[in-house]
């Protein structure tokens, strides 16, 4: 039976909520929350919700034939928590909660791991370097990162993710966009079984450069570099125009889209599926997914908030764990 890690997340944020609200459903899989047993008890009872934890043990089975059982690993809080705020103090059980996930992932304790989102800014704001799950885990495991959006079967991933857009033509380079190309490739068919991918290629300059009047980048790097790539066995489609390519009658054989920069490929996949799309890393010795949204301070304790994102997580988790086991 697969057996799932589910990080917290900030815990002043919507993460605690998400993931007392998964308890109250039962699971033909294991689940096993990240993070401080007190904080998800409290959080139950903000809510009004069941909650009856149980304390993760490596021998025995934490999935739950009954609503509102939860196993939890206890990670200890650096601060106290008041729902809704802030607090820099508590960065590092952040970080602690990732860490144990991750770490449980790379021997095997774990299948996958689900991530609740955290606040980047207030990590910062404790002196500790952070831009984010993919970057970090992608450190603390020496590899190289890619990032995945999904919704349903479109998937989005970028050759680039979180830096200033000015700092984006520079790295257009060869060797970055072959990296993620074939790491894309390999990974759509060993985490999803997708045989033959084909993928969609965006160009970084409106309509592909204009034949290099719009700017060069097609024509000196992305163009030699994708039939580099084509001749070592990838289908790949492009460069297209970007206002172009997110169309019907080019995604409806695409099995992915590789994007240029992030707020060149996200906000269209968002725009199609914000609420229930998913945010996969790539390129990692372990299985991540995460939710497609942020940490929502204002609505956590409150109730109101929707859990589809982290249903698809979950599923999306299950789905690859059992592709590269098969």
Known sequence: MLRLALTTGEPAGIGPDLTVIQAQSTRDYELVAIGNRQLLQERAAALSLPLEIRAFDLHAAARSDDAGVLCVADVPLEHSVQTGVLNSANAQYVLNILDVAASGCRDKTFHAMITAPVHKGVINDAGIAFTGHTEYLAEKSNSDPVMLLASGDFRVALATTHMPLSAVPAAITEQGISRVLHILHNELQSRFAIKSPVILVCALNPHAGEDGHLGREEIDIIIPTLEKCRAQGLNLIGPLPADTLFTQHHLNDADAVLAMFHDQGLPVLKYAGFGSAV????????????????????????????????????????????????
Do not use: C, F
């Open 279 to 326: 945010n996969i890393t790539l390129g990692l010795p372990i299985i991540r997914t995460s939710v497609d949204h942020g940490t929502a301070i204002d609505k956590a304790g409150t109730g109101n908030i929707e859990s589809g994102s982290l249903n698809s997580a979950i599923a999306t988790a299950i789905a690859m764990a059992t592709a590269e086991q098969s």
